[in-house]
């Protein structure tokens, strides 16, 4: 099928034209906006643009978005992502902290794993969906996705009068990711990286940097994250990692919005927010990680039981859209005939796939592949099918 | 006295240069970051910068720097501040959780009155400072600055149990400041206008658009906030105002650096941010708003108690730097010989002064007017005297 322009699929109304133009913006650097340990490195090897994440710039690209895909899918990208910040609970109660902050039962996890673990509110609304590590019996961190989630664990805490203490540690995440990354974490930390399995960490040091090497990481390329426990080192981890990356052709890169599209990895903020997007763990496809069975206590345990004994209501998919419109930076309503049925909170042209794809969320009676949708844009309306996720 | 070249106060050294040049940078639009109800208002209008606030755009400034302070001080601007989000409270508990939130006694506070509120952790360290709107006895609004107040409330009250819903209603402030603005009140909703008092606030309607009309803002030039209560109507809202402030000089502008430097306003987020440069009220000159004495219950009471008991080891100054030193964009040591003593936060050339000011945090033995501190910048050291606040 051939695949239609823009101008064509589109139908143009009165509202502005966000063009492909104005997807980018300049931003002031301010005081109220972090600068991550990296952040002098990135601009040295040229970074072109940032977003906002945690109150922190975060690189969003390098000035070269395909070559920075294709290096992800491969060889090996390296990623500052410091703005990842960690909420660390200290004490005697910090696992039971833990454990009280999320619907995934870690009876079962020990020293050294890490878990993907959905946050949500005493409603059932997720509120973040960060990674646990757990450091030892009473150290835990959540290496969380863009809220104030130590404003939550800390209230939490203290209205229970768990001996437990809520901080946010010097600890600058650094990302690498892509096939060839088991390469570079051998030759920077030997074989035992063979040994760490997914989620899996070690409190090491590198060259005398401090630092939890995890095998994780937010792409489907398998990798590593460094987090860095000296931000005074940044410049040095960030130096180490890309001269021992050059055989396996190394370059800076982000987070990246195709792989995650492709991958069916959510980002909170961007396809939920508590704010004006709330979803139930459930409807976004993490009811898996949802378990009532195991009967411990967690913050809207209640809502959740209701929510499973009801069935959800609307449930997360892909989209596969008409031609390559330009994606206006917001999250659009999917209507089916004159019906709003949902919305999908991106989309973005993909090669692998080979068409224009988005994910979103829709109510159950749409949700099967190939349903017939459209998506309304600032610029018009454009067609979309419905399939399911991952795409690839 | 002759004001001294950056070139010449300045010794250089070899970390990065982070010149004027880089003062701005790039930033991706995704879906992740919100974009205001005024965020196409604000095009059309020419804006040329952004920050992101509350996970949300806000404009910088539209070109003209210099323009923009001129018509703050002498006519009247026009400002997006949506990112100011509301974290609305309600149910028969509302005033309950108002006022366990804040160490200000809010006994007094009657329907239609705005309270300046710092809000504090268990610990006494501030976590925002936002305006309390008290619509009725059942509903208030916290006007946040920069974290993510709505988990904090929510957390508390669901602990406690309290019959009261925290949300983000869609509310978006807009303001207009300047010694012009009450004429462009005036010429929109009348006489009244002049009734309001500081803080104070009533519902409304212009031209059918729902709002709420606040005697505020943040700027010590005087002016009104529109809290319009329907998103779609901000291209509306924002022409309507915009028209009647034509003949007074209107023009676009946005939350001002240099005159909330000469004013002393605090920024939450720049000044101070409880991750990692965590202040009690007292150090930051909000003493004034602890009302130990009122007897309440309130979180953080202990904590304050204790600090109000051995005084305050900081405090909240001004400084005056030599020359025309470019900000860095982040927090800068405050040398007294060898010794740190604290932290300038800010600082920018201020015309009104003539001099290059800044606000920050120091130790209480250096706080005297006149004594004499270095600044240590990415690109060398600068000479610059403790002085009060605000400069004017």
């Given amino acids: ?19 492909k133009d104005l997807m980018s913006l300049t931003i002031g650097i301010g005081p109220n906006i972090r600068k991550s340990a990296y952040f002098d490195s990135t601009l040295r090897d040229g970074v072109q643009s940032f977003s906002v994440y945690n109150h922190m710039l975060i690189p969003g690209h390098f000035g070269d978005p395909e070559g920075e895909y294709d290096r992800l899918l491969n060889s090996v990208a390296q990623w500052d992502v410091a703005a990842q910040r960690q909420v660390q609970m200290q004490g005697t109660d910090a696992g039971k902290l833990a454990q009280y902050l999320t619907p995934r039962d870690l009876t079962k996890t020990k020293v050294g794993q890490g878990r993907y673990v959905p946050l949500c509110d005493h409603q059932g609304w997720l509120i973040n969906d960060p990674v646990l590590l757990k450091l030892s019996e009473e150290t835990y961190w959540l290496s969380v996705a ?3 989630i130590h404003l939550w664990a800390a209230a939490i805490a203290q209205e229970r009068g768990w001996d437990v203490r809520v901080t946010e540690p010097d600890v600058s995440p650094m990302a690498i990711q892509g096939p060839k990354a088991i390469d570079v974490a ?3 930390f030997g074989t035992m990286v063979y040994d760490l399995k997914n989620f899996g960490f070690i409190e090491t040091t590198l060259n005398g940097i401090p ?7 937010w792409s489907k390329q398998s990798g590593f994250e460094f987090y860095l426990r000296d931000s005074a ?3 040095a981890l960030w130096g180490v990692v890309k001269e021992a990356g050059q055989p396996f052709g190394i370059g800076p890169g982000a987070p990246n919005d195709i792989e995650r599209l492709e991958s069916g990895l959510i980002s909170y903020g961007a396809d939920i927010r508590w704010q004006h997007y709330p979803a139930t763990p459930y409807e976004i496809g993490l009811g898996g990680l949802v378990n009532l069975e195991a009967g411990h206590e967690f913050i809207g345990r209640a809502a959740l039981e209701a929510a499973h004994n009801s069935g959800p209501k609307r449930q997360r998919v892909g989209l596969v859209l008409d031609g390559t419109p330009a994606f206006p930076g917001h999250p659009c309503p999917v209507l089916r005939g004159s019906d709003e049925i949902g919305y999908v909170s991106e989309f973005a042209y993909s090669k692998r796939v080979g068409r224009t794809i988005g994910v979103g969320l829709v109510t159950l009676a749409h949700t099967g592949t190939g349903t017939n949708v ?17 795409f690839v």
């Fill in 1 to 19: 099928m051939q695949l239609q322009e823009p101008e064509g699929s589109l139908r143009r109304n009165e509202t502005i034209n966000i063009s």
């Fill in 186 to 188: 051998e030759r920077l």
């Fill in 146 to 148: 863009d809220s104030d």
């Fill in 233 to 235: 080192k940044g410049a």
């Fill in 211 to 217: 630092l939890v090497l995890a095998k994780s990481g």
């Fill in 374 to 390: 459209m998506i309304e844009l600032p610029y018009g309306t454009v067609a979309a099918r419905i399939r399911k996720i991952p």
